[in-house]
């Protein structure tokens, strides 16, 4: 029995040592085991995506390039990728077990954004039972009774109670954006002092994590309310398979500085806000801010956004 066992070990250690001499000697084009895997993840979300949202990806040159997109994101070329599923291919073991990782990984985030739909809809049928402080942690324009977004409210004892420390961020992940994606897609966070209104704007045009920031004290002054939204506006009325996850107003521990203030008396940069339709009136055609901008003025020269 005890010459069995150290068969068995001897032979386990041989079988580790051959892997880790295949990976060690695997050629500079070929990508790593783990970046491998997040690449292939990536692709497996990408070719799901194209297969169930035909009406954007209904040419082959739509699919590769968003495929390509997927590749530039992780700074890789198309070659590279072929290299090395090719190299991995011929590693049938290591291919394998990257793959069941992959799978396994997959099947986790699809339990959970199944959690987070069943979720959402059950909050949806009881709108009258949401506060106005309520941020959903996942949103899909498809989801049945869904409109063009959503929108939230702190007033002081929920910014109190909800988010600890001074710095925040109000942050979102978008998945589902196709290719030459032309739609109004935007988010603003509007932070409301004693004496001053600030605004983050950000257009939403690629499929990413965005952020944007705030803080509860600027000089001289104290934040009293926080309203925000996501808004997308399509005319063309066809239901888009974009999805929003991982969204949270949370505490952050660093707070980039603003560099750029304006005085603005009931607009910003010249336009109105138009609080019917949740958008700025053609600050997106005319001059889009980039994230950590600012636009500062009195409190009681500037229109809140509802």
């Known amino acids: 029995m005890k010459n069995y066992k150290s068969v068995s070990y001897l032979f386990l250690l041989i079988l580790i040592g051959g892997l880790a001499y295949s990976c060690q000697n695997r050629p500079k084009e ?5 970046q491998m895997e997040r690449l292939m993840y990536d692709v497996y979300i990408a070719e799901a995506t ?12 739509k699919k590769e390039a968003y495929i390509h997109k997927i590749f530039k994101e992780h700074k890789i070329s198309p070659a590279q990728w072929d290299s090395s599923l090719a190299w991995y291919s011929d590693r049938i073991n290591i291919y394998l077990k990257m793959n069941d990782s992959v799978k396994v990984r997959l099947q986790r985030t699809r339990q959970e954004v199944e959690a987070l739909v069943a979720q959402n809809q059950a909050n949806q049928t009881n709108q009258s039972l949401l506060q106005d402080s309520y941020i959903p942690p996942f949103y899909a324009f498809s989801m049945p009774n869904t409109i063009r977004g959503f929108r939230f409210r702190l007033d002081s004892p929920d910014i109190s109670s909800k988010i600890e420390g001074d710095d925040f961020a109000f942050t979102f992940s978008v998945i589902g954006i196709p290719p030459r994606f032309s739609s109004s897609f935007t988010s603003l966070l509007t ?7 600030i605004y983050r704007y950000e257009q939403i045009k690629e499929n990413k994590t965005y952020e944007l920031t705030g803080s509860k004290y600027i000089t001289g002054d104290t934040l009293n309310t926080i309203t925000g939204f996501v808004h997308l506006h399509d005319s063309t009325g066809v239901i888009p398979h974009i999805q929003l996850y991982n969204i949270s107003l949370h505490a952050r521990t660093l707070f ?7 005085m603005v008396p009931d607009s910003i940069e010249g336009e109105p806000l138009d609080s019917d339709t949740l958008k ?10 980039k994230p950590d901008s600012i636009l500062q003025g009195k409190k009681d020269s500037i229109r809140q956004v509802e």
């Open 50 to 61: 194209m297969e169930n949202d035909y009406a954007n990806f209904n040419t082959p040159e």
């Open 256 to 262: 980039l500085e603003t560099d750029t203030l304006k």
């Open 30 to 34: 070929v990508l790593g085991r783990k």
């Open 191 to 197: 932070l409301i002092y004693a004496d001053t209104t």
């Open 280 to 289: 700025l009136t053609k600050l997106v055609e005319a001059k889009p801010l």
